[in-house]
């Protein structure tokens, strides 16, 4: 066992309004430059619908994750070293700027300097960003079909319904939808780390974020066609592929990314993950592809296993990343409650941005035919014929098997039943909890997890330094210490105040814990004076 950390995420599709707040702020934050005018890091999509880009998820076209061989040995999908070296300088596996969309911007000049008493409205015209010439007519975008929108034109376009064998209705009043955003997967077996012919994408070791070095990337694009996801971009501008960092940089000071920072719905939880390295190959080489999402379950280690503890103090993983692992809400979401579930396992990359499938207005519908559309029985039996298909849903987060599915539904289902007691006042009924494999207490913690979590229920994060610790917000800021901040020193884990105290008096050049600073010039914050 070779134990290793990763930060996770997990989305709660029951609470996104589809509001695109994430979208705009990693806009600002990461792509508002020259070359990424198209680049959307993080995107929200509705489905139904064919995604951005244009039909991501058609593997049969874009040739992307892994594929297992007769032998049970995994190769990419879009070919191994030597397809890769004849395709090199001619890569047709790559969405084309039709298939994301020619992003434009509008000729503002044209009203602000508009003539006084000009008889006709001015019009601001949209022009290329790319070529800056005008557009006729502007055809497609990163989210055309935003709230079934263009429903009519590109909804039987959606690989999912393919897949499934399905069909939807395409009258607005009879169909269904939902919000799926989506950010880099930073997947535990990456096919786009595996096809870069220059070594320049790469997986960090300390907690698993996939990122590209911009110095070594030369631009081959084999990254964009590795990733099933395609969330890998190039940049005409720069030369350089370019992906989500999930804000590495927030992430190692113990702040959330900005899309979970700035989500409306608080519907994104950050924590640590424990996994076995050594098996990641044989999970991903999993036969049966609906075996996939509980193979990659299996790989995932409990943080509270004295084993695994052991094992990841001799890997070298720190105190204060354990003991994030066994406070990690991730953790909780996947095994305690069995609610979350990961997207499109089926690519064999096993990625690490799991979702809790979004549940149907089914009280309206059940209230509607003059039932108790709270009931837990009435309810629970009403599950499998809910709005938004099974199948479908079991299409993008199971590989097809609907029984996980449904499992996590009925949960999300009886937790709303079972609440409604508790804030009616009423006895609880352990029943509803056992009817779908849980405890009332279980279903009361998740509630509170899925609910009313507070910021540091939902994000937990560890430190890149141990010296700043979660909860150092509550330090005086005009130089005195809150008494309360000591607590904060057992999040450390065990020895760390000892190491933090030692490096800092035999350091002649080195970290000072701010948490005992007293305003002097310390030492160990400058080099020795030369003599």
Known sequence: MRVMAQIAMVMNLDKCIGCHTCSVTCKQAWTNRQGTEYIWFNNVETRPG????????????????WERTSSGKLKPRAGGRLKKLATIFHNPKLPTIKDYYEPWTYEYDALLSAPKGQKTQPTAQPLSQLTGKPINKVEWSSNWDDN???????????????????????????????????????????????????????KRAEDGIVLVDQDQCRGWRMCVSGCPYKKVYFNHKSGKAEKCTFCYPRIEVGQPTVCSETCVGRLRYLGVLLYDADRVAEAAATEN?????????????DPHDPAVIREALAAGIPHSWLDAAKASPIYDLIFTYGVALPLHPEYRTLPMVWYIPPL???????????????????LLSAISNMRIPLEYLAGLFTAGDTAPV??????????????RDINLGNETREEIAEAVGMTGQQIQEMYKLLAIAKYDDRYVIPTASPETPRGIASLDPFGGTDPSALDAFPNLGEGAPEACHTEASNGEGGKVSLLSWSGDRPDSMFPPKKD
């Open 148 to 202: 079934l929108g263009g429903s009519t034109e590109t909804l039987d376009e959606d690989p999912v319904l393919k897949q499934m064998n399905m069909e939807v209705a395409h009258e607005i009043e009879e169909s269904f939808m939902f919000y799926l955003p989506r950010i880099c997967e930073h997947c535990l077996n990456p096919t786009c780390v595996s096809s870069c012919p220059s070594g320049a994408m790469y």
């Open 406 to 419: 449904e499992l996590s539904l009925r949960r999300l289902a009886a937790m709303r039943s079972y609440m």
């Open 360 to 378: 149907s207005p089914i009280v309206d519908q059940v209230t509607r035919t003059g039932n108790d559309g709270e009931d837990h029985k009435i």
């Open 289 to 301: 592809e609906q075996d996939l999402y509980q193979a990659q379950k299996d790989i995932l280690l």
């Open 50 to 65: 064919v995604g951005y880009p244009r039909g991501w998820e058609d593997q049969d076209k874009w040739e992307g994750g």
